[in-house]
């Protein structure tokens, strides 16, 4: 089992910055393919961004490519996902989650999730 937990979401302005945080505790870290997804009212929860297992590689959904970056600090057991340009269409419970030894953007393929962190954007 591995336990997630995001942090770093807040109330920020359209055209503003946040670096979200999600700290993993439990199995090996490293072994393990990251996820940001996020749920906005009403909706279903989406893809944001992966990572594999090696950080090697990156994915991006099209809404956030080139405003949104997701990297890993496996010594700190910590993924994050520094967001630029954020517009009200962010706004959203973001949240981390986890695979073993999988690269995938399908959500339905992770095993592990965090409880989610609220970032809001205002116009």
């Known amino acids: 089992q591995v336990q997630l937990v995001e942090s770093g979401g807040r109330l920020v302005q359209a055209g503003g910055s946040l670096r979200l945080s999600c700290e993993a505790s439990?199995?090996?870290?490293?072994?393990?393919?990251m996820g940001w997804f996020r749920q906005a009212p009403g909706k279903e929860r989406e893809f944001v961004a992966v990572?594999?297992?090696?950080?090697?590689?990156?994915g991006y959904a099209d809404s956030v490519k080139g405003r949104f970056t997701i990297s890993r600090d496996d010594a700190k057991n910590t993924v994050y996902l520094q967001m630029t340009s954020l517009q009200p269409g962010d706004t959203a419970v973001y949240y981390c989650?986890?695979?073993?030894?999988?690269?995938?953007?399908?959500?339905?393929?992770?095993?592990?999730w965090g409880q989610g962190t609220q970032v809001t954007v205002s116009s």
């Open positions: 439990g199995r090996t870290f490293s072994n393990y393919g």
């Open positions: 990572i594999s297992w090696s950080g090697a590689t990156t």
């Open positions: 989650a986890a695979t073993d030894r999988v690269y995938t953007t399908d959500l339905r393929r992770y095993d592990h």
